[in-house]
């Protein structure tokens, strides 16, 4: 399977993003001095939340953003969407947006 078939959207890239992070950090955590391990645990486990929180904030003031070319039936639905000309968007029936 290729890797540009499995990434469709930003939500795709943020989660590889995280979990390359999380799992590299905890790699390193035995390897840190007892003094800085706390610290270092504590950025662990704000770091996941933090990002969360951000892809929440620009989901709710930008959410067109998220939305791929290939998530939509025909080219340009996506420019109406990019262009703010979209009033409702529907979802059909194939998992694809339609206007």
Avoid: C
Avoid at 66 to 76: C, E, H, Q, R
Wanted: charged fraction near 15%.
């Amino acid at each position: 399977m290729a890797i540009s078939a499995t990434i469709k959207n930003p939500l795709t890239i943020i989660a590889i993003f995280a979990g390359i992070v999380e799992v590299g950090s905890t790699t390193v955590l035995p390897f840190l001095e007892p003094d800085v391990q706390s610290v270092y645990v504590w950025f662990l486990m704000i770091f996941p939340t933090l990002l969360v929180g951000a892809f929440f904030v620009t989901l709710n003031r930008n959410h067109k953003v998220l939305y791929a070319p290939s998530d939509f039936k025909n080219d340009s639905d996506f420019v109406k969407l990019a262009d703010n000309k979209v009033e409702n968007l529907k979802v059909s029936g194939s998992n694809k947006f339609s206007v």
